[in-house]
């Protein structure tokens, strides 16, 4: 973990989606400024949530199987054991990780709580994936560029409008990585509960947060130049691969996982 970071402040006066995420999670590392916010959402947001971290774990889990040993995260978020880190870990425990998040609480729960297994090894930058050269620029100082890297982009591009260019941002990360990489992604659609959406998007424009919920063909634009592997882009429920099928409920994400080809 890097040390001798600058503390910034922590705004506790405005709603931060990671820590809105980490209350919809059951966690207790947010403030009453994010809790009013989360508790204006469509009930079913919580389970929703739950849904899309549980296919990040699977998905991770998949990967450190096939070999994959080292992990970008951007936007990262509030560790929620089992952490990335905890699962690819353990499966190989040599595995090198780097998380990136742009809030200052999250830097500060990172330093006591991503702490790696002895044979491998864990980063964290505090950065914003619309400065993605930036993230790539720290990432090598841990990750070897010329292997296959796992670059994870969980429940994040729906808070990038579209005038903040969400696909270069992801077309520069991908286009970093060499061939036998993979995007590991996740985005919010209000394709499955139309109903829904109006009073998530009131709910997060009254905390001064851009929320742009996209469909499944705009979802779809960010794996350009992939090869999507099977079951290919699907609600978060629908991706799984050796485990059992997970329970057929609702899911506000569309996920999927894309390899660069050599």
């Known amino acids: 973990m890097t040390a001798g970071m600058d503390r910034p402040p922590i705004d506790t006066s405005k709603p931060h989606p990671a820590r809105v995420y980490d209350w919809l999670l059951g966690g207790k590392d947010n403030y ?25 774990q699977r998905a991770v889990s998949w990967l450190a ?13 509030i560790p929620t054991a089992p952490n990335l880190h905890q699962i ?12 990136a998040d742009n809030d200052p609480i999250v830097l500060r729960h990172a330093e006591a709580l991503l702490v790696s297994s002895p044979e491998g090894a864990t980063d964290y930058v505090q950065a914003d994936v619309r400065e993605p050269e930036a993230i790539l620029e720290r990432a090598r100082e841990l990750l070897d560029f010329s292997r296959p890297i796992a670059l994870s982009l969980i429940a994040l591009m729906h808070f990038l409008p579209d005038d903040q260019d969400p696909y270069g941002i992801t077309r520069t990360l991908v286009g970093a990585l060499p061939p036998g990489s993979y995007l590991v992604f996740s985005h919010g659609t209000a394709d499955q509960h139309p109903e829904l959406e109006q009073a998530t998007k009131d709910a997060y424009k009254d905390g001064a947060i851009s929320l742009r919920m996209r469909t499944r063909a705009e979802v779809e634009r960010f794996f350009e130049g992939l090869e999507l ?18 329970k057929d409920e609702l899911s506000g994400f569309y996920v999927g996982v894309g390899r660069r080809a050599g």
């Open 65 to 77: 199987g096939r070999g994959v040993d080292q992990f970008l995260d951007i936007g990262t978020g």
């Open 229 to 246: 592997v099977e079951p290919g882009l699907v609600p978060a429920v629908e991706w799984y691969q050796d485990e059992p099928a997970p």
């Open 88 to 99: 690819v870990q353990a499966i190989t425990p040599s595995a090198r990780v780097v998380y």
């Open 32 to 56: 009453p400024v994010d809790q009013r916010l989360a508790e204006t959402l469509p009930p079913q947001a919580r389970g929703i949530a739950a849904r899309n971290r549980a296919f990040m």
